[in-house]
């Protein structure tokens, strides 16, 4: 909605009176390009009221929302409610190597398993194919009912299929169950143009109770706005476009009710920061006189506490598909901006998480390289308390307290205080970085 009426015009959120109702949700709604509904429940917890005052913008007409969709992975058709969640399977390397030899020669199929027959080996080839599925969707991988779907193979058979597979090493199931039916969009609320336009006019009505940044912060003068998510353009298996941005608000969420968050924090999703950097010398170093920049995008920054009860500043890195290489790129980055933003004085926090405990231990070792690393070049390391740590997406969702390091493996450095030491944060050139010292020019497969 953009027009504006008199009643519209007339709404100052309660800004006339020196304190605004809508303020939490403003907060939230503006950190976020749509806020999903866990964020928000979240949120409402430590901000009561939140929800109330969403609620009642969007009966004003201020913000738009959405219901959850809803979709049955197997018949790509919407549907009103999830199905029960189903084990799930992928294919392995072993397997894909099956797969390609027996579609050049079928033979090497029935060589491997005396009980098939001409009648039923086409269908069993094609079972074990459709647990092949598209690196986009690994995490979710595919139940037994959706594979067997279609290929003219009964499901009990499927099942047993899958059992010899496994036991083979061809396939292997997944740690998740998911449901085949399943929501794929949370319901959210999303902001406005009329809304940006109204705060706008409050902020020049009413300047001594509105947040003075207010017009830069929530970036109101923008041009572009969201419309509602189509159902039809969802990739037919559930995995979207909007999955990454999806669990990264989960993963908010599961934070922002622990006992680790900073209550009076705000939180800013995927931040535009600009990190100017020297090239006088190389590795190239981060410096605010620098004669150009490079872009550095996180998942969120955000504040939380640590057993001593002293704010942390933390960067968020949800990584799905990125390589281990680009993490050593994130870590790099990340000291960059700790040594622009940060004092000396102030604690931060990196926290990796990825899918699965096959890429946490990959991450492992690359925390543990890139530590090693800084033990050796600690002129290259700002002069702060820094933490860099990694988690699985089951481990967040699982745990009491997410944000206890006890749920973490991380690497620590440690403040240096010897004045002798000149601190300079520094960056690497593509295929000249230290991370070739430590890992083969090969990346490991994260399906």
Known sequence: MSSSNFFHRSETFGYDKGESWASDALRLLYSVPRAYQPLIESWNLRNPGTLKALERLHDLGFIDYQQAIIINMRTSTLASSPSKPLSRYKITQKGKRLTKEATTDIRVLTDQYYRLTNDNVEQVLALLISFDVDKNFASVGQSIPGASEGINIPERTARWWVS????????????????????????????????????????????????????????????????????????????????????????????????????????ITEPRISLPISRNSYPYVFSKYGDESIFYQPDAERFEIDSTNTPVKTI???????????????????????????????????RFVVDSQTRARVYIELIEAYATWAQENQDKIPDNQI????????????????LLLTNWSFVKFEKNDSSEIFKNAVVHANGKSPYMEYFSSKEADYE
């Open 164 to 267: 010899k597979f496994k036991q083979d090493g061809y396939i292997k199931e997944l740690e998740i169950k998911f449901p085949d039916t399943r929501e794929v969009i949370p319901a959210h609320y999303r902001v406005t143009r009329l809304l940006s336009t109204q705060l706008i006019n409050i902020a020049k009505a009413f300047p001594d109770s509105m947040p003075s940044d207010i017009i830069n912060a929530y970036r109101l003068k923008r041009t572009r706005y969201l419309e509602d998510i189509d159902p039809y353009k969802i990739g037919i298996n559930g995995a979207t476009d909007y999955d990454h941005d999806i669990n990264c608000q989960k993963i908010l969420a599961k934070f922002i009710v622990s006992k680790n968050y900073l209550v009076t924090g705000d939180f």
């Open 316 to 350: 968020l890195e949800y990584e799905r598909f990125q390589s281990r290489r680009d993490g050593w790129d994130h870590i790099e980055k990340f000291l960059g901006w700790v040594a622009l933003n940060c004092t000396s004085s102030e604690k931060v926090n990196l």
């Open 387 to 402: 933490l860099i740590s990694v988690s699985t997406l089951k481990s967040v969702f699982e745990a009491q307290n997410p």
